[in-house]
């Protein structure tokens, strides 16, 4: 008796997020000859965090040539460094050019990702209760998950006057004489507190870790420069060209002998801080303030910004520094541990994200897959990991975008379009062997993962030991530097688009009736 075939899921692909690794995706798919493909997006447009974000000053911190699509390089920039409004039109134009919006099904939250063994698919729960099925996923969840809604600050739901947070900023909300204060100096801190201190009565920056701030060489690009940056392969070139010079300065920082790295690191910390200390004196006037905006960790420990007005901003009137820490938020305010309250109209929460490097980031249950295999727990126990940063095995049919030891200290597009080239070339040659499961080997991930632990040895001690007194994301809970991965920008991306094919398993349906959903290996097949 023949047996009755489970349904075919909804799509082959599901793609989870539509920021710019979701783009990315979308278009490799596309040119891959994938056609039948969704991608799910919990927002109403494209773009991901520069849909979200429009708080004011916002911008990219690196180049604009260093910050867009290889397959779609933007001449006509209006800036060196562009500003919000303009990054997010971008992605929506390419999502535009390249025919993404009609695969695009936004206010789309997946809540858990499920693999069903007996159909050879996954099961995407949404927050509507509806569930998307696909044989393989990709997830191009960005580096910051999720804002942190809570920031530890006992009181923050008994404040009375107007919160706003970085990530869901209230634009028809007027600051104008509003008495503000900041909690947070992060990235976006650095960019909203001198965008808002020309029209707010009071602004008090309540900070934990002062940030490294040096100055940004923005300026407004001329006609004639864009039109010699619409050459082509002039982009390409001048940004093939920076990727070298970061390619050569972090494979040197982590091949170095470890008798050789240490002291060049400690030396390098030291003349940068005190480097640092003579621009603060030529910048900041206040002496108590310039003291309390001085690092005493190294410039590369935590996420270094770019501002021309930031440290300026501190020169105002109205805008003073609070290192005293915070006890609690009040209802009128923020009192301090020295027993100073602080009363405000506003506060601003810049208190940061959860980040994919963070085994914390990853809730039970959310992600689970072959036999109960669970994401969260693997990560927390075993320490984040995955096979050139994309695959995890006990996860068939399923790349992550953005994962364990992903960022190569590119802009944010070439690492995303590697490994969406990763996920891609796995999906292609799984219908090249017309098989419904194809799953990294355990022993070549574990294989990965030890090369890429011992090549980390000089980061973990940077961060780990000559700046361990400093709280940064570059460096998680257990003590790890799953952020950076611990290679040059073109061995990570050899590595994702030349990954041998046989690291992976192929698994086709059984041919034989009465094999009950029973699978056999895929024929073996070079591949390099």
């Not at 799509?11 to 969704?38: H, M, Q, S, T, Y």
């Not at 200290?409 to 490994?419: D, K």
């Amino acid at each position: 008796m023949a047996v009755e075939e489970a349904t075919p899921p909804e799509f082959e692909v599901a793609v989870i997020g539509a920021g710019p690794g979701g783009i990315a995706a979308g278009v490799k798919l596309r040119k891959a000859g994938i056609d039948n493909f969704v991608i799910l997006e919990r927002a109403d447009d494209v773009g991901g965090s520069w849909h979200e974000n429009h708080y004011p000053g916002i911008g990219v911190d690196i180049p604009a040539i260093a910050y867009q699509y290889s397959f779609a390089r933007n001449a006509r920039w209006s800036r060196f460094f562009p500003l919000g409004a303009e990054v997010k039109a971008y992605h929506a134009e390419v999502a535009r050019r390249f025919g993404l919006y009609p695969h695009v099904r936004f206010h789309t939250n997946v809540a858990r990702e499920e693999w069903d063994d007996a159909g050879n698919y996954w099961k995407l729960h949404t927050d509507d209760g509806s569930v998307v099925t696909a044989r393989f996923v990709i997830s191009a969840v960005g580096a910051f998950v999720r804002p942190k809604e809570d920031a530890g600050i006992p009181g923050q739901q008994s404040f009375e006057g107007k919160i706003q947070r970085p990530a869901d900023w209230d634009d028809e909300y007027d600051l104008t004489g509003k008495r503000v204060g900041v909690i947070g100096t992060g990235a976006s801190a650095v960019q909203i507190i001198p965008a808002i201190a020309p029209e707010v009565a009071r602004l008090e920056v309540f900070q934990r870790t002062p940030v490294w701030s040096v100055p940004k060489p923005d300026f407004q690009v001329p006609a004639a420069v864009q039109r010699l940056l619409g050459i082509p392969g002039l982009q390409a070139g001048l940004h093939g060209s920076a990727l070298v010079v970061v390619d050569l300065v972090l494979r040197g920082v982590v091949s170095a002998p470890t008798g050789l790295a240490r002291p060049v690191m400690d030396r390098f910390d030291s003349a940068c801080i005190a480097g640092y200390r003579k621009y603060l004196n030529r910048v900041v006037k206040d002496p108590v303030t310039r003291a309390g905006l001085t690092p005493d960790f190294g410039v590369l420990a935590k996420r270094p910004t770019m501002s021309n007005s930031y440290l300026k901003a501190y020169n105002r009137d109205n805008v003073d520094l609070v290192t005293d820490p915070i006890d609690a938020i009040t209802a009128t305010g923020i009192r301090t541990r020295d027993g100073t309250l602080h009363e405000f109209d506003v506060i601003v929460l810049a208190t940061g994200y959860e980040v994919f490097s963070d085994p914390e980031t990853y809730r039970p249950g959310t992600v689970v897959g072959r036999d109960g295999f669970d994401l969260a727990r693997f990560y927390n126990e075993e320490g984040l990991q995955a096979y050139q940063s994309v695959p995890v095995p006990g996860l068939p049919n399923r790349w992550t975008l953005c994962g364990p030891y992903s960022w190569t200290g590119s802009g944010w597009h070439a690492f995303v379009e590697m490994t969406a080239d990763h996920a891609v070339r796995a999906i292609t040659e799984a219908g090249a062997r017309q098989a419904t499961v194809v799953e990294v080997r355990k022993e070549a991930a574990d294989a990965y993962h030890r090369a890429i632990y011992r090549q980390g040895e000089s980061l973990r001690y940077y961060l780990t030991d000559l700046n361990g007194h400093v709280p940064t994301y570059y460096r998680n809970s257990h003590g790890d530097t799953t952020y950076v991965r611990p290679s040059g920008f073109f061995e990570a991306r050899r590595g994702n688009r030349k990954f041998p094919l046989d690291d992976y398993r192929y698994e086709t349906p059984q041919s034989t009736s009465g094999g009950g959903g029973a699978r056999r290996p895929a024929d073996s097949k070079a591949g390099a």
